[in-house]
Nanobody, 123 residues
Framework: QVQLVESGGGLVQAGGSLRLSCAASGPVFSTYGAGWFRQTPGKEREFVATISRFNDYTHYDDSVKGRFTISKDNAKKTIYLQMNNLKPEDTAIYYC????????????????WGQGTQVTVSS
């Protein structure tokens, strides 16, 4: 079974940047769509960004559009989330995931998840 491992989270001041990475144990991102989601205590996991298996389509939640960029390196079996101009409301645990669909913003359509990485943005 393919495993996903996120890294790159941490504590940053508002206005700062972080880059999250998600490494797969197999070549899943060359054949599956991928996405980033985030979750805060007491709330459902929410969509952040998705990238298609062919690397030709990306989609973002309105709350991060223009600030976050999702990308993929199939050779490295890794997807990234570049987060700029971070805001305190971006504080959450961030998860990467893979879907058999081309791409999706629906968490229920993802069947492989990483363990999550904490991002904390101070004001």
């Amino acid at each position: 079974q393919v495993q996903l491992v996120e890294s790159g989270g941490g504590l940053v001041q508002a206005g700062g940047s972080l880059r999250l990475s998600c490494a797969a144990s197999g070549p899943v991102f060359s054949t599956y769509g991928a996405g980033w989601f985030r979750q805060t205590p007491g709330k459902e996991r929410e969509f952040v960004a998705t990238i298609s298996r062919f690397n030709d389509y990306t989609h973002y939640d309105d709350s991060v559009k223009g600030r976050f960029t999702i990308s993929k390196d199939n050779a490295k079996k890794t997807i990234y989330l570049q987060m700029n101009n971070l805001k305190p409301e971006d504080t959450a645990i961030y998860y990467c995931a893979a879907t058999a669909l081309v791409a999706s913003y629906n968490a229920r359509e993802y069947n492989t998840w990483g363990q999550g990485t904490q991002v904390t943005v101070s004001s």
